[in-house]
């Protein structure tokens, strides 16, 4: 439990220092034991080797928005994901294969294998942890951990690809599934007021876009470069009718 | 001596100087890539950006240089305009150099938007960085409007495009040489106007805040940056146009109808194939992404075609003797053509999204750069310094020629191997998913020291030549 606490500690303190989404892009996650909700025995990466994998964690005894958060991704990600599974890990030593269970039942995704659901041993959840940059504080006056709500992409060699944090629209987790699939996934800013010339304008409202004066800026070299041709031979030209003025 | 020759002496003498410099920066890089070396992130992105900037920066301005002093051949070129893209492109450089060793400027060659606000070590680079850029924008304008002025001077616009010949007219006679120049000339002069709207536009965000819209700013600097890099190629082919039938004792090439058309229709579809350098920028409009897809394909087939059957026809049967100048002429032609496949493969959509972040594309353009353009330029020094010194530079043949083409060869086909297996390019280190990107760069970073000896040999050689020009002054 020493080691547990003290891991813990030491994950969080990583996690604050490191909130920079991009630090945690490509890291391999460590192939730690894990004990499915079925009593089998694994390893995470053995459960990432078919396909691509949305991770998040939980605590069976949370007080908070872990059940919740879990019907928000049941709900966004459907109970029989196709293309990708859904590793859902427990972060909290407390929790039990029968509290899992519960769990699952409750969720009524029990008997859903694309979603695989499963513990740790304490000594190795801090591991995890700090591989995956998740805050975790234990409030002792709750008997509760304050902790992050996040889903990870990881592909098949236990890599993570994306993590996206909290309730998000759930278009936006799509766009992860996508990506857990292997598709390309568009991204784009998001208009501004404060941008001189923009190459579109889109209308928020209705979704359409419209070229906008900044493309036509591109036509400004071309442009600009046969009219100084033409200007320079003006110029020639006007050369030669003074030289040839001043010579008559 | 005539000032032409001066001024011509003293870019060789500067080029020369700072070739080496930069090469040493590329090796410094591979190395370290390679694990050989190991620089810290920062000094290996300067590097990268001074690496690149001057690599373009010097050989563009040979190659204009170069193709300044043949143009006395038939029409009269005032000195100051090429004296003051010098002046201008010295102080330039040394602002460029400022920005980047000292003020920690690390933004690679295309200074993409927003990575020159991201100066590391100092608030002042960026600043820096843009007047350097205007400085060079500004020499490298007035000495290409210069030039045209002096075409015009002799050839009207129609003429100088050899428009006459399109239609199987034989007189007014335009010159290859002529018409390819014009062509360059017209051809980068958009580069110049866009290089003055981005400068423009960083100024307008860096002091007035006012921000800017990133597919707009990677547009523009593409129109600099890419036409910039092909018309500083065509440079070097006018120049062997113009010289590589006279090694062969063969007249000088007359500019046929499909040679006029063919570089007419690089004026135009130059300034459109880089947008095959935004097929990932999905917002980009399909249509330009057509375009750019059309223009790619396009743009090298008639210059490559017609120039290639030009030069094997010439060689065929000419009874040539081989020293350093033709051979340059030569391997840079074939070169070219290598490098252009490559690049053609990169910019046929479906490829480009397998080959274009990796090694293959350094692979390509320093296939038609180091193995190309810089041998179109080496070619015209080594003529240059034989007219002026009567020194054929007999006694280097063998070591340089064996030592840069085999070394240039190792090291570029270390860069496709890489990139076949999708090692990706910009990166300081390789993570283990692609570590046999570290192995190739350790051997080309091998094959590109034989470059370096080969260019200290040359540059010696070269620098003592001219310097004795410039002395003799």
């Known amino acids: ?248 | 001596m005539t000032a032409l020759n001066r001024i011509t002496a003293a870019w060789i003498v500067t080029v020369l100087l700072v070739f080496p410099i930069a090469i040493l920066f590329g090796i410094l890089m591979r190395l370290n890539q390679g694990n050989a070396l190991s620089l810290s992130s920062l000094t290996f992105y300067a590097l990268m950006t001074a690496h690149g900037l001057l690599m373009v920066g010097i050989w563009f301005s040979m190659a204009m240089a170069g193709v300044s002093y043949l143009l006395q051949r038939y029409v009269e070129v005032r000195t100051w305009p090429i004296t003051f893209g010098y002046v201008l492109t010295l102080v330039g450089v040394v602002l460029l150099l400022a920005a980047i060793f000292v003020g920690g400027l690390h933004t690679g060659w295309y200074f993409l938007y927003p990575l020159p606000f991201y100066a590391r070590t100092t608030s002042w680079a960026p600043p820096v960085f843009l007047l350097a850029l205007a400085s060079l924008g500004v020499a490298w304008l007035v000495w290409a409007l210069g030039l045209l002025m002096a075409i015009l001077r002799r050839y009207s616009l129609g003429q100088a495009l050899a428009w006459q010949h399109l239609t199987g007219k034989t007189e007014p006679e335009t010159p290859p040489f002529i018409l390819i120049t014009t062509t360059t000339l017209l051809g980068v002069l958009p580069a110049f106007v866009a290089a003055v709207v981005v400068i423009v536009l960083f100024a307008l965000e860096y002091w007035g805040g006012l921000k800017q819209d990133a597919l707009l700013m990677k547009n523009l600097t593409f129109i600099f940056g890419h036409t910039l890099v092909n018309e500083m190629l065509y440079f070097g082919i006018a120049t062997l146009y113009e010289l590589f039938p006279g090694l062969a004792g063969k007249p000088p090439y007359k500019t046929k109808p499909f040679v006029a058309l063919a570089w007419n229709l690089v004026l135009v579809v130059v300034w459109t194939a880089y947008f095959h350098h935004l097929y990932m920028d999905f917002v980009q409009p399909v249509v330009l992404q057509y375009i750019g897809q059309l223009a790619s394909w396009i743009a090298p087939i008639p210059a490559v075609a017609v120039t290639t059957f030009s030069v094997l026809a010439t060689v065929y049967g000419s009874g040539m003797k081989w020293w350093l100048a033709p051979t340059f002429f030569f391997t840079g032609v074939m070169f070219w053509i290598i490098g252009g496949f490559a690049a053609i493969l990169d910019a046929i959509v479906a490829n480009n999204f397998v080959l274009h972040n990796t090694l293959w594309v350094p692979a390509h353009f320093h296939t038609y750069n180091l193995l190309g353009n810089v041998l179109f330029s080496l070619g015209f020094i080594t003529w240059f310094v034989r007219e002026k010194s009567g020194d054929d530079s007999g006694r280097l043949y063998r070591p340089v020629a064996t030592l840069y083409l085999l070394g240039g060869t190792g090291f570029v086909f270390a860069f496709y191997i890489a990139g076949s297996a999708s090692v990706m390019r910009r990166v300081d280190k390789y993570p283990e998913l692609v570590s046999s990107g570290s192995l190739w760069a350790l051997i080309g970073g091998l094959f590109a020291i034989l470059v370096f000896a080969a260019t200290l040999l040359y540059v010696a050689h070269a620098i003592q030549r001219c310097w004795r020009i410039l002395a003799a002054s």
């Open chain 1, 1 to 248: 439990m020493l080691a547990y606490i003290g891991g813990i500690l030491i994950a969080a303190g990583t996690a604050r220092a490191q909130l920079n989404e991009g630090q945690y892009y490509l890291r391999t996650l460590p192939d730690v034991p894990i004990v499915l909700v079925d009593g089998s025995k694994t390893t995470l990466h053995r459960l990432f080797q078919s396909q691509s994998v949305i991770l998040t964690l939980f605590s069976a005894h949370c007080g908070g928005l872990c059940s919740a958060y879990l019907l928000y991704l049941r709900q966004a990600l459907g109970s029989t994901p196709t293309g990708f599974r859904v590793v859902v890990l427990s972060f909290d030593p407390r929790d039990t294969l029968a509290d899992v269970r519960v769990l699952t039942q409750r969720l009524a995704l029990a008997e859903h294998p694309s979603w695989q659901w499963g513990v740790m041993d304490p000594e190795q959840i801090p591991r995890l942890l700090a591989g995956l940059g998740y805050a975790l504080r234990y409030d002792p006056t709750r008997n509760d951990y304050d902790h992050s709500i996040v889903v990870f992409v990881v592909d098949r060699q236990g890599n993570i690809l994306r993590r996206m944090e909290g309730f998000q629209d759930p278009a936006l987790l799509k766009d992860l599934v996508r990506e857990a699939r292997g598709n390309f996934v568009f991204s784009y800013p998001l208009p501004a007021t404060d941008v001189a010339l923009r190459c579109f304008d889109f209308d928020k409202e209705t979704g359409t876009w419209r070229l906008s004066w900044g493309m036509a800026l591109l036509l400004l070299p071309p442009v600009s470069s046969l009219a100084i041709a033409l200007l320079l031979r003006l110029l020639v030209a006007l050369e030669q009718f003074r030289a040839a003025d001043s010579s008559s």
